[in-house]
């Protein structure tokens, strides 16, 4: 696609269950990342992919939360045990390479319930 | 370490008013700077960016900005508003090189604009 695809763009979830949210990157961009954005916060860095590994995952606030990105493109973020702290907006976004510009995707707004 | 202050977490401006959305940033590395525009329900969108040379940078929708070293500032700013410019913006700074400063973006809390018809 064109753009950063996030999906879905919209989940909600009981307290305490697993979720996955998905980000389809920029074709073509190795570097991909993933931010939080709390209510009236700015996104905050969570976990930044080179290719398939974790170059930097400094920003996952706890265990509960890990991110894969097995092939190097589509990138998944896991979250365990939801609790309703975890309820924000999850931005992804990619770019060519770690020093050039990023786009984002629309986000996931996820909401525990 | 990065930081980024943004004064006024809402604005109200008349239309065809001049807007100017304030960004104090902190860095220990020589700085890329960022403004970003967030449309309800939607992600960012660049609106701009400083890296060298020219330290007034315009943008998109004829937005512009001028990076201040002295001050530590990058204040956005726009002659004339339009309805469509209502949205939350976003400061953002980057550290230039290299390390986790140069690829992790580092926003201020926003201020939302708002512009009265």
């Known amino acids: 696609g064109a753009g950063v695809s996030q999906t879905p763009s919209n989940k909600v979830t009981e307290k305490g269950k697993y979720v996955e949210l998905r980000c389809d990157p920029i074709s073509g961009h190795t570097a991909l990342y993933w931010y939080r954005q709390s209510l009236g916060q700015g996104p905050e860095f969570l976990i930044y992919?080179?290719?398939?590994?974790?170059?930097?995952d400094s920003g996952l606030p706890n265990d509960r939360f890990f991110a894969v990105r097995p092939e190097g493109s589509v990138s998944t973020l896991k979250i365990q045990r939801t609790e309703r702290g975890d309820s924000a907006v999850y931005l992804c976004?990619?770019?060519?390479?770690?020093?050039?510009?990023?786009?984002f995707g629309q986000g996931t707004r996820l909401t525990v319930v | 370490a990065q930081s980024v202050t943004q004064l006024g977490s809402h604005v109200s401006v008349s239309e065809g008013a001049l807007v100017l959305l304030r960004c104090n940033y902190s860095s220990s590395v020589p700085p890329y700077l960022f403004w970003y525009v967030q449309y309800p329900n939607q992600g960012l969108q660049l609106l701009l960016k400083?890296?060298?040379?020219?330290?007034l940078v315009k943008g998109i929708n004829g937005f512009e900005a001028e990076f201040k070293k002295s001050e530590t500032s990058f204040h956005l700013t726009k002659p004339s508003a339009h309805m469509s410019d209502a949205a939350e913006y976003f400061c953002a700074v980057r550290g230039a090189g290299s390390g986790a400063g140069s690829y992790q973006l580092t926003f201020g809390k926003g201020t939302k604009l708002s512009v009265i018809p």
């Open positions: 992919f080179q290719g398939t590994g974790a170059a930097d």
């Open positions: 400083y890296t060298t040379g020219a330290t």
């Open positions: 976004a990619s770019s060519f390479g770690p020093n050039t510009e990023a786009f």
